[in-house]
């Protein structure tokens, strides 16, 4: 039991410093994501119109699944516009796809 008391007493002082400097970036304002999100915002608007367009340039333009996973999320997230207006009229017979490239073209 004493050894038990012993470690969790030596391990305790390294997670605290870890949550203290945790906070303290956070309290800062360090965002570890802005880079990124500034670029993920700087797609050319020529290449919004399409899938592929957005597709190709976050493909080349970022590295690695999660970086590339942000990018989409930040360019979305700051792109998105409901249709209000016609959200209940619904065309049964037009596939995703030509939802998608509507949406994006008339963005």
């Known amino acids: 039991m004493h050894r038990i008391k012993i470690l969790l007493l030596l ?16 309290a800062a304002g360090a965002n570890p994501y802005a880079k ?14 399409s899938t592929a367009g957005i597709a190709g340039y976050i493909s080349t333009h970022f590295g690695g699944a999660a ?28 596939t995703n796809e030509g939802l998608v490239t509507r949406a994006l073209k008339n963005a």
Do not use: C
Not at 11 to 26: C, E, I
Not at 72 to 84: L, T
């Open 11 to 26: 391990l305790m002082p390294g997670q605290l410093l870890l949550a203290q400097k945790t906070s303290s970036s956070l």
């Open 36 to 49: 990124l999100d500034v670029r993920a915002m700087q797609i050319p608007d020529s290449l919004t119109t």
């Open 67 to 94: 970086e590339k996973t942000r990018a989409v999320f930040i360019w979305v997230s700051g792109h998105i516009q409901y249709d209000v207006a016609n959200m209940f009229a619904m065309n049964f017979y037009e």
